[in-house]
């Protein structure tokens, strides 16, 4: 399975951007899918999950309130909406799947830069 993010840009604080993570050659309706970010000089952190079904979502406490994981099985595209974002929100973010009820996620995408300006 590939995957593409896209919908990185800059933003001012207070802004919103919605990522999007199309899966091909797979499909992502069979995985589980997360985000990730890595700013620079710092580890890759988690961001939120979503299940197969999108019945179990899991947010980092960076995360809860502000942004909200999703995703449209029909589509084989898995979402970030991100809202009143801040510049320690700026990183390059990572779009990830993996099949359920495991915990490593093997299928990464290429990545795009949020930016956040104050």
């Known amino acids: 399975v590939q995957l593409q993010a896209s919908g990185g840009g800059l933003v001012q604080a207070g802004g919103s951007l919605r990522l999007s993570c199309a899966a091909s050659?797979?499909?992502?309706?069979?995985?589980?899918m997360g985000w990730f970010r890595q700013a620079p000089g710092k580890e890759r952190e988690f961001v939120a999950a979503?299940?197969?079904?999108?019945?179990?979502?899991d947010y980092a406490d960076s995360a809860k309130g502000r942004f909200t994981i999703s995703r449209d099985n029909a589509k084989n595209t898995g979402y970030l909406q991100m809202d009143s974002l801040k510049p320690e929100d700026t990183a390059v973010y990572y779009c990830?799947?993996?099949?359920?009820?495991?915990?490593?996620?093997?299928?990464w995408g290429q990545g795009t830069q949020v930016t956040v300006s104050s």
């Open positions: 979503v299940s197969v079904t999108g019945s179990r979502i």
């Open positions: 990830a799947s993996r099949p359920p009820y495991t915990t490593n996620y093997i299928y």
């Open positions: 050659g797979g499909t992502l309706s069979r995985l589980a």
